[in-house]
């Protein structure tokens, strides 16, 4: 199977900067696979984990936050505010995190305060599932 290159940028570092067989992530129209030579495009995605296939088939999972792709025919780009590994997840504070959000979900809030809320239980729940699951896929 052929190889593109996948580089995965956040403000404070690069997080991944390898050849790859696949990527798999989530856009707000539902999953995406990209393989070499997919069409040049620009997708958004949604807070959900991105799925990596390496040259020797295995699968690696991460979650992330919101971002966009950038894809071309031998290199994609992958900007996110945060991604974690698996391992770097820390299981106890996103569950706390994820009881402090739907404590503030139901409350009275504010429209802003109500989809902050949304947003820090969507990270929450996307961090326990791959913590929960160690990446594998």
């Known amino acids: ?23 798999v992530v989530k856009s707000t129209d539902g999953e995406v696979g990209i393989l070499a030579d997919h069409e040049p495009t620009v997708i958004s995605l949604v807070e959900d984990a991105i799925r990596i296939q390496y040259p020797d ?27 974690e590994w698996p391992e770097d997840i820390d299981l106890v504070h996103a569950q706390r995190s994820k009881e402090r959000a739907e404590e503030r979900l139901r409350q009275h809030q504010s429209m802003n305060e109500y989809y902050l809320s949304r947003a820090m239980l969507s990270r929450a729940m996307v961090r326990l599932r791959v913590g929960r699951d160690k990446g594998i896929t």
């Open 1 to 23: 199977m052929k190889l593109f290159h996948l580089q995965i940028i956040t403000p404070e570092k690069t997080f991944f900067d390898e050849d790859v067989q696949m990527v």
């Open 57 to 83: 088939g295995h699968w690696r999972k991460a979650a992330t936050s919101k971002g966009f792709i950038t894809i071309n025919r031998e290199e994609v780009l992958v900007l996110f505010q945060s991604v």
